[in-house]
């Protein structure tokens, strides 16, 4: 006897909870390893570059079918402003991520929290690192500050877009088998090999904001500001966003408009609409 296998309606409900499930994985990968080597001492630069990047590659497996794996709120800006993702969705996909971030660092605050208190008891610029991102990742000897910080994440995040753009786009050498997540992965290794010193390359308003937020709700109460006192949580989210619409205009610019057009009706990071409102 035949069967009819139900068809399950894409809702915005469902693709904010893929976006929170992808991020809260990506964070708890990215962050857990931040914990392991600056509290534990365990690893080093290059285990985090590492572990960054596997959280990247685990979170776009997650939540790729549902929502199409932004985890990332300049990411998603830059879908709607160049690939016609809806902006309706921008501030629920948006909202998802941050709630993702905050919840996977109380994760890693709860599960580091010895480890924390006895590497740095008062809870301060030593250790907060471990959430946030900072000017020089912390260092008064590198001569990084604010805005040393806020160039190097429209830099890097341009970076990250334009690679992005160019790995899902269907019309370039898209990888194939599904292996898009972890080449994403491996650019995101890349960007922390390469563009970690001035700002511990965040290229993610979610992934600095929500541990920001998670740490100073759990005793990190200088967690808005950088070790010389300046408030600095806005750098990870308005440099990120500044450096993904540059990147998505630079790839469109230079590579996306000399592609043939194709026939193809969906790729990667682009969410149709479902046929019935939301």
């Known amino acids: 006897m035949a069967t009819t296998e139900a068809v399950k309606q894409r809702t915005l409900l469902g693709e904010c909870s893929a976006e929170f499930a992808g991020t809260f994985i990506l964070i708890l990968f990215g962050v857990g390893v931040v914990a392991q080597v600056v509290a534990g001492g365990i690893g080093d630069?290059?285990?985090?570059?590492?572990?960054?990047?596997?959280?990247?590659?685990?979170?776009?497996?997650?939540?790729?079918?549902?929502?199409?794996a932004h985890i990332n709120p300049a990411v998603t800006i830059a879908l709607a402003a160049f690939r016609g993702f809806a902006w309706r969705k921008v501030l629920p996909y948006i909202g998802a991520q941050f709630l993702g971030a905050f919840a996977a660092a109380l994760v890693v605050r709860w599960n580091y929290s010895k480890v924390l208190h006895h590497f740095d008891p008062g809870l301060t610029i030593k250790s907060q690192g471990v959430f946030s991102?900072?000017?020089?990742?912390?260092?008064?000897?590198l001569g990084a500050g604010m805005w040393s910080g806020f160039l190097d994440q429209i830099i890097g995040t341009a970076i990250l877009m334009m690679v992005i753009l160019a790995i899902v786009d269907l019309r370039n050498t898209a990888p194939a088998a599904n292996l898009g997540p972890f080449i994403i992965g491996l650019l995101v290794v890349g960007i922390g090999m390469a563009w970690g010193t001035l700002a511990g390359y965040a290229i993610n308003?979610?992934?600095d904001f929500g541990p920001r937020l998670a740490s100073y709700l759990t005793g990190y109460g200088g967690a808005f500001k950088d070790q010389f006192g300046d408030p600095y949580f806005w750098v990870p989210i308005v440099g990120p966003i500044i450096g993904a619409l540059i990147g998505g205009l630079l790839y469109d610019l230079l590579v996306g408009r000399h592609l043939p057009v194709s026939d193809v009706d969906e790729e990667p990071g682009r969410v149709p609409e479902p046929e019935e409102s939301v």
């Open 45 to 68: 630069h290059d285990s985090i570059a590492w572990a960054w990047g596997i959280g990247v590659t685990m979170g776009v497996y997650v939540s790729a079918r549902i929502s199409g």
């Open 133 to 141: 991102t900072l000017p020089g990742n912390g260092s008064t000897e």
């Open 205 to 207: 308003p979610a992934r």
